[in-house]
């Protein structure tokens, strides 16, 4: 007796059901070249079908306030994240940790002098300034770490910058120091409050 294969009937391809519709975020630049970019594209991956980066985390609430957009990342260490989690239109609904692009210092001549006119960094990037083996006579604050290096890529002289290593690889900028190696951060998720 000779047993006959079974065909299936029906065959279908299942997509994967995502979370998110989308993820909205900081990035003020199109190459999306932000620390908060970077872990969202890494953590998002099979959860969301798109990362979406706004010129500020409140436009990018905004979004989701408006609907545009279905969550909001927003790093730890963003001063004003506070004021997302006393929104009357926001609920954080998870954290999580992850490694940020490594933090360098960049200098608009490769780190030859010894000493500088300006620093740009970010606010959060404040207590890594005490690291730096150059002199600066001026520190002017930078809405991000792609804002930071705005000057040296203008070519302005007698620059130094904090950064994240994929700004500095992006602009071809030498590293003249790295101030911290992967380091971890908690990352948190909001939506927009059910009605």
Do not use: W
Not at 38 to 59: D, M, N, Q
Not at 100 to 120: F, H, N
Not at 152 to 170: F, M, Y
């Amino acid at each position: 007796m000779t047993e006959t294969a079974v065909r299936a009937a029906y065959h279908t391809r299942l997509l994967p059901r995502y979370r998110y519709r989308s993820v909205a975020t900081l990035a003020d630049e199109p190459e999306g070249l932000t620390c908060s970019v970077a872990v969202g594209t890494e953590y998002f991956a099979g959860l969301a079908e798109r990362l979406s980066g706004y010129p500020s985390f409140e436009l990018a609430a905004d979004s989701v306030k408006r609907r545009q957009e279905d969550a909001l990342l927003v790093p730890g260490a963003y001063a004003e994240v506070r004021g997302f989690f006393f929104d009357p239109e926001l609920v954080a609904v998870g954290a999580f940790l992850s490694r940020l692009p490594d933090m360098v210092l960049v200098a608009s001549d490769g780190g030859k002098a010894d000493s500088y006119r300006r620093l740009c960094h970010q606010p959060a990037t404040l207590r890594l300034l005490d690291q730096i083996d150059k002199s600066f006579d001026e520190v002017l604050p930078a809405t991000s770490n792609t804002t930071a290096v705005r000057d040296i890529v203008q070519g302005r002289p007698d620059t130094l910058a904090v950064t994240n290593r994929l700004v500095a690889e992006h602009h071809g900028l030498d590293v003249v120091q790295v101030l911290a190696r992967g380091t971890s951060m908690a990352f948190i998720v909001f939506e927009r409050k059910p009605e």
